[in-house]
């Protein structure tokens, strides 16, 4: 019996350490902010930035925790604990509408602990577009250029310039770079072709892969050359390369949904965070609520990672010297004081 009663004391006193060790959070304990660190650089660089500060500044524990645009989302809202996220720096949200619509609608319904709330825009609305070098329209008398195109301005111009941009495997029409096959943007593209009626003077090239397009066009840009094609911002390309976004008709949801002559939507690039989290983390969605960059920050952070072959926290940190009277404004002065203090 008394082996037996011996056994069960070291039982309760083993249960009691699990419990104090790993199976509640020590008294005063803060949350840990779970970042959803999808596969792009700008969301991985924003995820940096935050928890750098949240971390230093705040005292909280971070962590990053990587997939893809649905999965992250749907832990995000189901908030299933573990390893699901709290925290997403850059919504994306046309790219899933449907979820995100359900994800806060589940946000505002009390009778759930599912759902999230939105804190507000990290960057004004991303771009997409049809683009030329700036000096093929004004020239760039540092390099001797002059300009080729002074009246190009919008895609209805495109007609008149097609030997600017001639194709070098088809000299009868211009080149026109266009989306990668499989990319929604390639079908976008032939549309608007057929209704911008420029299909007879250009042909449509499609890269393999998003570096060949990258490159085809920073290739024609350092020879000072003519180059057009599509392309869309926050990207390191754009913010290295003084570039001009073409005109096309304001969008229109209409038009959009028949024929696409008209601009491409705009897509929203908010921070959510999972609704309990103003509750656990009162102070870091405050800051959040504050954080705000623009699209051509988010081009110079990336340009800085391609240029100097830099990691995503190489880039934050380079963010956070270089925007001090930016980041400073989201935090009080004691909490910005203990961040610099830690800034390598």
Known sequence: MKQIMRLFSHVLV?????????????????????????GWDSAQVHNRIAG???????????????????????????????????????????????LYDEGLAKGKDPDTNQGFVELGAN????????????????????????????????VSDLPKYWKLFKDPE??????????????SCALVNEDKFKAYGIEEYYNIMQPGSGPALAASMETAYKRGKPW????????????????????????????????????????????????????KAPDVVEFLKKYGTTLEINNKFLAYMRDNKASTDEAAAWFLKNYED??????????AAKVKTTIK
């Not at 088809?170 to 990319?183: A, E, L, Q, V, Y």
């Open 14 to 38: 083993g249960l009691a350490a699990i419990l104090l060790i790993g199976g509640t959070a020590p008294a005063g304990a803060k949350e840990t902010i779970i970042f959803a660190d999808f």
């Open 52 to 98: 750098f500060i949240i971390e230093k500044g705040l005292g909280y524990p971070i962590k990053f925790v990587q997939g893809e645009t649905i999965m992250l989302n749907t832990a995000l809202i189901q908030a299933k604990g573990g390893e699901a996220p709290n925290v997403n720096m850059e919504t994306w949200t046309e790219n899933w509408q449907e």
């Open 123 to 154: 960057f004004p609305n991303s771009v997409q577009g049809w683009y030329v070098p700036r000096y093929v329209v004004e020239g760039d008398l540092k390099r001797g250029i002059e300009p080729m195109a002074p009246d190009l301005k919008s």
């Open 170 to 183: 088809d000299p009868t029409k211009g080149r026109f770079h266009s989306c990668i096959p499989g990319w």
């Open 228 to 279: 057009l094609g599509y392309y869309w911002a926050p990207t390191w390309v754009l913010g290295k390369l003084d570039m001009v976004q073409l005109e096309e008709p304001k969008f229109d949801q209409n038009i959009w949904e028949t024929t696409k002559a008209c601009e491409y939507p705009a897509v929203k690039c908010d921070i959510i965070v999972h609704k309990s989290l103003p509750q």
């Open 326 to 335: 930016l980041w400073t404004g989201w935090v009080s002065a004691d909490v």
